[in-house]
């Protein structure tokens, strides 16, 4: 994957979403440490579970002993709480 610092990004930002709209990804980096992923947008199709973070709790989420998913780690899928 290709390093874009911010400098060439806020040089060329328009050449660079061009780019990815190509299918490039690159890492945006500040300072000379990585910052960011900067990749294309694929749209799931309409009814995948995976377009839908409700509907894909049951695939993410860890069961507990008794086969349900606890309020805590339905907060840690959501809300990327610990």
Known sequence: MKTV???EF???AE??????????RFVLSH???PAARLEPLTAPAPG?????LFLSIGSRAKPS???KTKHAE?????YGRP
Request: charged share 45%; no cysteine; glycine share 12%.
């Open 5 to 7: 610092t911010m400098l």
């Open 10 to 12: 806020r040089k060329d």
């Open 15 to 24: 050449g660079v979403l061009r780019r990815i709209a190509k299918g490039e």
């Open 31 to 33: 300072r000379g440490k």
């Open 48 to 52: 995948d579970p995976a377009s839908d």
């Open 65 to 67: 002993p008794k086969g």
């Open 74 to 78: 339905i907060d840690r899928i959501l």
